[in-house]
């Protein structure tokens, strides 16, 4: 795994893992809702957060995923806010 800061996660599990230790689903971190897309024709999800002052579920991340045989084979994470060329809303 790839740990530096903007450094490319490789693997679905090290995608995830990273997240975990970093406190997602820690409380004020586990209120998400996704919203399944693309990025470059591979399957993606945008996802929003929701934090325990904030009623608005506010676009955090996405997720692009890479299928090989039908499972995951890899995970990349980035920050989505900000970037109008994903055509997902900022609010849900």
Same mark, same amino acid.
């Given at each position: 795994?790839? *740990?530096? /800061?903007?450094?490319?996660?490789?693997? =679905?599990? &090290?995608?995830?893992?990273?997240?975990?230790?970093?406190?997602?689903?820690?409380?004020? $971190?586990?209120?998400?809702?996704?919203?399944?897309? +693309?990025?470059?024709?591979?399957?993606? =999800?945008?996802? $929003?957060?929701?934090?325990?002052? &904030?009623? +608005?579920?506010?676009?955090?991340?996405?997720?692009?995923?890479?299928?090989?045989?039908?499972?995951?084979?890899?995970?990349?994470?980035?920050?989505?806010?900000?970037?109008?060329?994903?055509? %997902? *809303? /900022?609010? %849900?």
């Amino acid at each position: 795994m790839l *740990s530096e /800061p903007g450094a490319w996660i490789v693997t =679905a599990k &090290d995608a995830v893992d990273g997240w975990v230790s970093n406190g997602l689903f820690q409380r004020g $971190y586990d209120d998400w809702r996704g919203v399944p897309t +693309t990025v470059n024709r591979m399957p993606a =999800a945008g996802l $929003y957060l929701r934090t325990p002052d &904030d009623p +608005t579920y506010r676009l955090f991340t996405i997720a692009v995923l890479h299928i090989a045989d039908g499972k995951i084979a890899e995970l990349t994470g980035f920050d989505a806010t900000d970037k109008p060329w994903l055509d %997902l *809303s /900022p609010t %849900l």
